[in-house]
Every structure is written in C-alpha cells, then in structure tokens.
C-alpha cells in the first residue's frame, strides 16, 4: 500500500511550505500531517514516509510526533468518533453518568468502536467548553449541555 | 464598566470584516502609524497589562526582552492552545471577534517590527480555525495584511497553525517546538523566547486575550487603561465560570472585583440552592479556596496571590456542598499523568504516582498514611522540572489534602466509585 496526496492536497502542502522559513521545512509537518488526515482519514507508515520526504526530516521523527500527539489517527477511524470530556468542570455536571449512558447505548466501552465501525467512544480531556459541561466533540463539532434527550437525537441524526 | 473585550459579543456580524469595521474596527491603525515601535511598547508597559495566559507577566515588559539589532528575523507567536480545565473564554473570544485579534497582532508586530505571526491553535477547535483562517482572508483581501498593512510601509503575514492535540503546548517553550514539527516539550530557560525563540530566532509567544486588549489601550491611551480595576491588576478580565453555577459563561470584569459579588450578582449563585463548597478561581493548575476563603477575596492577582492561590487562567471552577474533593482531584491526577510530556523524571513518574495512588483511594481502598505519601510525592515533584506543568499537579494536591484531609482519610468508609458520588446529571 503506497501513499500520493492528490494534486489539490499537494497544492496546499506546497502552499504550507511557504508558511515557513526555507531552511525549516519541517515546521511544516504538523500542517502535513493533518493534510494527511483530512485525504485518508488517518495517517499510515506510508504517508509517514512522505511526509518525511517532503519535510526533510527521517520517517522516524514523523512518528514519533505522530504518537506524541493524540488527534493523529493511527488506524483507519469510526465513521464518527464521540468524544466525552472527562475532566472536572464536565464530571461537575454530569460527565461521568454521559459517558455511562453512551455506553448502554452503544454496547463499546471508551477506546472501542462499534463492530460496524460506526462510532468511537472515547473519554478524553478537557476540550475548553466547561461553560457547556457535560459536552463532547464529535468528530469536528461541540455538543455541549448534554442530556439523554439530546443522545438520543444526536445518535438518531448521525447516519 | 465598558466593555473592552467582550464589546463586540452582541453584534451579530462582528466575525466579518463588515461588522467589524461598522463598530470601529481597525481604526486604531490610523494612529499606530503616527507612533515608533518604541513608543508602542511604552505605552503597552505604561498600561500595565499582564498576561491572561496564566503567568500573568507585563505583557509591554516581556515586548521590551526583544532584541532588535540581531539581524535575525523577530516572530511573534499568538497561543491560542486554550486547554487550563475550567478555561474557555478565547474560544468565545476568537469565535465572536476575530479581527480583534488580528487587529492586536498587528499592533504588537509593529511594535516588535515583527513580520511574521503564527496563531497556534489547538488541534480541536477546528470551527475556530475556520472563522479564523476567514478573518486573515478577508483582512489580506482589504489590505490590513500583506505587504503594506492598511497602505503603510509595513509588512506583515498571519498564518494559521494548527495542533494536534497535546495540553502542554500550552507552555511557551512547548509551542515553540511543536511550531517545529516537533514533540510538544518545553526548553530549559535561559536563553528565554524573547531571545531564542522560534526557529532560533527572537521571539514573543502572548495569549489571544492579551493580544486582544491591545487596541484599546493604543486607542484610548495607556491611563484610560490603568484607572479601570486595582493596583498592578489594571484593565479587565474574562473570567471563564462553570461546575455548580446557575449561570455559566464568560464574564468580562475590571479586576479587584469581590469574588462575593461576583458569584451571587453575576454568575446567579450556586446552582440547585445548594451551599459553596470550594472554588478554584484561575484554572485547575491553582491552589483550591474553601468557600469561606474565597468569600473574603477579590478578583485580582494580587488579592488572589495573597489567599495563597493563583488568578491563573481566570478558568473559574465552582463546587457544591455535595462535591467529592478526592473524586474531584482523582480527575485532575488523571488529566495531568495524561498530559506530561515525559521528559522530567519527577514530573512523569510524580504524576504517575499521584494517579495511582488516588485511583486507589477513591476505589475505597485506603492505606494509613495515603495523605502523606502523596504530600510527599507533591513536594518532590514542585521546582524540580524545566517546566512549571509539575508544579500545577503538585500545587492542587497540597491544595486540597490540607483543606478537605478528612475527606481522604474517610474514602475507606464512604466506599467511594467514580462517578456514583453525585448525581449531577437529570
């Protein structure tokens, strides 16, 4: 399994290169990688070694930023990735008993997908909307002063 | 009060250049252009604006550490990787007012003649990047950026720059590597941003809402600035309040206001009629207050400073008289095990420590001795680091052992599990 972007992602990994001093090509790679993302969905040892390629650094870096962060997939992701955050200002209002109820719903605990690959549940950090708790993130969006009622629809409506 | 930061909240169209220049927007360049760079960072000192980071440092003192005669390119690097729990208030800020925030940068860049500005974002807020990314369009598009910013001979280029996802990027150090396609881990300081920053070259890494007070003080003048709240804590602040609160949100107040006043006339009170329980007043990296001890403060640093906590983030974290302080600070050992980056021996392990002895605390299963053992583990883990993200681990921990100890020590007989301490959620 090889990895190309296509031509219009190569067009904003060249615009991206411009974004930074000639001689520091590889402060471009967080922006690569998550062009990666955005063509596959999730981030291969192929596209790893592309992007070490045009980033001029060793594919082993690549992963090793890869893996220090957590929004890069690496494996091919659920259809929709439900995010519960689990820290003190969600868990104040009810976080724990969300990602509870996900749970019964769903039939995964956090970290599983659906056998269908429909839905990730995973539990994670503080997402910066406490104002909204309990709230998750799903895939791209906020959900936030979560309720069952609002599950219920929220699943209903993600097809 | 006026508004500073918050005034733009209730226009419907302020995200677009349009509505942002029917409401006054960038009219404060017409007279950046009459000023020196000097005399920018003088007025910036003058005012007296700190950091709303969390570190609160003057923010016209840290533009002063820049040297100018180096010949190195000067950066500047906008933290917009918001991530302190209990802390929201530059997602509102970047999502109602973008071009406040560009029209800050290009003040600050001026004044550092700095031509190029990274806005690091954090990897989740993908909606931000967008309204963001938009603003810079549109401000490119009507010569506000570009090679002569709003026909002058200045030139500035703004570029996104997304994360992916790592809380200690929020460290200034650790942005700065990460903007180099690295792991997120801070440096050892000396040599400081200011000096070597970013791709080695002279750098100031300021928070969104520092950036985004800029303008008025350029407007209106450094004292119009400093008569609004007390002392060394001049101007306002956003204060971002959630947990058991009637009203949660973001609240833009002149700093020194009584956290009292605040909380009843604001905020409308703890929620459900119950009583206070605790309050972490900056972000969940400060010393907790007792409600009795927050009663008596008032919302400044150096009020807050006094009470032996910190004005931090302004990440307000209301508690009720039900609240758990174990379960409570069981999450925050959590979050923190999860979040250090590695690289400190007392930090990595500490925290490591720290989460497993209170996961077994709150299963019930209580040692003679657990209070002690994790005042110590904290103790060996505060001033020890490159970084001070060790330090917000081992600060909550005393925190909330010395104020609730009997808590802990009473896990055993409550049979306490996550999540079944309170029924929060109907």
């Known amino acids: 399994m090889s990895f190309k972007f296509t031509n219009e992602r190569m067009k904003n990994v060249e615009e991206l290169l411009t974004h930074y001093p000639a001689d520091h090509k590889q402060a471009a790679l967080l922006p690569i990688l998550w062009e990666v993302q955005y063509q596959e969905g999730w981030i291969s040892k192929e596209a790893m070694v592309e992007v070490a390629r045009i980033c001029g650094c060793t594919p082993a870096h690549v992963q090793e930023v890869v893996t220090f962060y957590t929004m890069y997939n690496q494996e091919p992701p659920a259809k929709y990735h439900l995010q519960v955050c689990r820290n003190i200002c969600c868990w104040l209002r009810g976080a724990g008993e969300t990602t509870q109820y996900l749970e019964e719903k769903l039939g995964i605990k956090p970290g599983e997908m659906t056998e269908d690959r429909k839905f990730k549940l995973s539990e994670v950090e503080c997402l910066a909307a406490c104002g909204g708790g309990p709230m998750m993130q799903v895939n791209d969006d906020y959900q936030l002063n979560l309720t069952r009622e609002s599950i219920d629809k929220l699943l209903k409506d993600l097809k | ?426």
Request: hydrophobic share 40%; aromatic share 8%; net charge neutral.
């Open chain 2, 1 to 426: 009060m006026e508004p500073i930061l918050t005034k733009r909240f209730a226009v419907s169209n302020a995200a677009t250049i349009d509505g942002y220049m029917a409401t006054g927007g960038y009219s404060t360049l017409s007279k950046l252009f009459t000023m020196t760079p000097a005399q920018v960072i003088d007025e910036v000192k003058a005012s007296g604006l700190r950091g709303r980071g969390g570190a609160g440092f003057p923010a016209g003192v840290k533009w002063g550490f820049v040297p100018k005669t180096t010949g190195k390119p000067i950066y500047l690097c906008v933290n917009a990787d918001e991530g302190e729990p209990g802390t929201f208030k530059d997602r509102e800020l970047m999502t109602k007012d973008p071009h406040a925030l560009l029209e800050g940068i290009i003040i600050t860049c001026y004044a550092l003649e700095s031509h190029t500005a990274y806005i690091y974002i954090r990897g989740e807020m993908f909606q931000e990047l967008q309204i963001l990314q938009r603003a810079i369009d549109e401000a490119y598009a009507k010569g506000f950026l570009g090679n002569k910013v709003a026909g002058h001979d200045f030139k500035l280029d703004v570029y996104m720059h997304r994360g992916a996802g790592a809380y200690i990027c929020g460290e200034e150090t650790a942005l700065i590597e990460s903007l180099e396609g690295k792991k997120g881990q801070p440096r050892i300081k000396p040599p400081f941003p200011a000096v070597v920053g970013v791709f080695g070259c002279p750098t100031v890494v300021n928070n969104v809402e520092t950036l985004m007070a800029v303008p008025y003080i350029i407007e209106k003048g450094a004292a119009e600035y400093a008569k609004i709240g007390v002392g060394k804590s001049t101007g306002t602040k956003l204060f971002s309040v959630s947990g058991h609160i009637n009203k949660p949100g973001n609240y833009e107040i002149p700093l020194g206001l009584p956290f009292s006043e605040f909380l009843e006339k604001q905020c409308g009170g703890v929620w459900k009629g119950r009583k206070l329980k605790a309050v972490i007043m900056g972000g969940s990296s400060v010393p907790i207050l007792t409600a009795e001890e927050a009663m008596k403060v008032n919302l400044d640093y150096e009020s807050l400073g006094a009470a032996g906590t910190m004005l931090g983030s302004g990440g307000m974290v209301i508690m009720d008289d039900q609240t758990c302080m174990v379960t409570a600070l069981k999450i925050l050992g959590d979050f923190y095990h999860h979040e250090s980056c590695g690289q400190c021996t007392p930090c990595r392990e500490g925290t490591g420590w720290i989460q497993k002895v209170l996961a077994r605390v709150v299963r019930g299963e209580v040692r003679p001795g657990d209070c002690d053992l994790l005042l110590s583990v904290a103790t060996n883990m505060q001033g020890r680091t490159i970084c001070v993200f060790s330090d917000a681990l081992a600060m909550p921990v005393k925190s909330y052992i010395q104020k609730f100890r009997h808590e802990f020590e009473d896990a055993g007989k409550l049979g306490l599990r996550k999540g079944q301490q309170i029924q929060t959620w109907e």
